[in-house]
């Protein structure tokens, strides 16, 4: 009886389990929202709404990729478009009063939190893809982050590199990549704190990242080689069976021709 429940509350937890992907889906879901609301507030600044339109664009973007991939993989495409269209209506950026459709999101937020009750142990078992996509919207969200702190921060100082919303974006990116061009760079104390924290992130990331990929391929080679072992010593067990029938055939005629 013991034994059962323990089972049955692995498999509960197992069922509740959440990966990277789904989990960095109800964080853009949130940031969906937020954008949606900003994006209404009325004069704010040109330079900053224009960033947050580009962030509401790349969001929406990501959305409809999500909904469509999921929909030509799933063997069942009407049951899926029934079950995911929040991602097809939250990719609609043309207007404002469109743009308020996105509160949907709220459900995939609410749905994932009953679904977890509120705790997310997250299993890095699931297909390749999955986690590869998550890691790539975290990638995305930081940049969302870095970028906005450093243009809200920056824009308007005297002898700034950074004057642009599109110039933010780009020293996220390239700050995030550890690649550095120096094109762009922060001036203040904040900003500079910012760009560490995003070097440090875009480090861990993108070795997570590459330590993934090896551990899938390290344990593909181990899955392949214990195939093999297994394959030879189950060769070398019917090799010895062969042997053992025949020296069994040769003995029971021995005796049948003692018995003649």
Request: hydrophobic share 50%.
């Amino acid at each position: 009886m013991t034994t059962l429940t323990n089972k049955n509350t692995a498999a509960a937890d197992h069922k509740h389990s959440t990966s990277l992907y789904e989990f960095m889906m109800m964080m853009l879901s949130i940031v969906s929202v937020v954008l949606a609301l900003l994006l209404l507030i009325k004069d704010m600044d040109p330079g900053i709404y224009r960033l947050l339109r580009v962030f509401d664009l790349i969001v929406c973007g990501v959305f409809f990729i999500a909904f469509w991939t999921g929909f030509w993989r799933a063997d069942h495409k009407w049951q899926y478009a029934k079950s995911h269209w929040y991602d097809l209506v939250a990719s609609i950026p043309f207007s404002e009063s469109l743009r308020l459709l996105r509160i949907v999101q709220v459900y995939r937020v609410a749905k994932m939190l009953y679904l977890t009750k509120g705790r997310f142990d997250f299993h890095f078992v699931s297909r390749l893809g999955n986690t590869v996509a998550g890691l790539l919207l975290l990638e995305l969200l930081i940049i969302f982050g870095g970028s906005f702190l450093v243009f809200y921060l920056e824009t308007g100082l005297p002898h700034a590199p950074i004057t642009e919303p599109e110039e933010a974006i780009w020293w996220a990116l390239v700050t995030v990549s550890t690649v550095g061009y120096g094109d762009f760079y922060p001036i203040t104390d904040v900003g500079r704190l910012a760009a560490s924290v995003l070097i440090v992130i875009g480090v861990g990331n993108y070795a997570l990242l590459s330590g993934y990929f090896a551990q899938q391929f390290l344990g593909r080679d181990e899955e392949e080689e214990a195939i093999k072992t297994a394959v030879r010593d189950t060769h070398s067990e019917v090799k010895m069976l062969r042997e053992e029938l025949r020296e069994l055939r040769q003995q029971l005629s021995e005796l049948t021709d003692k018995g003649k």
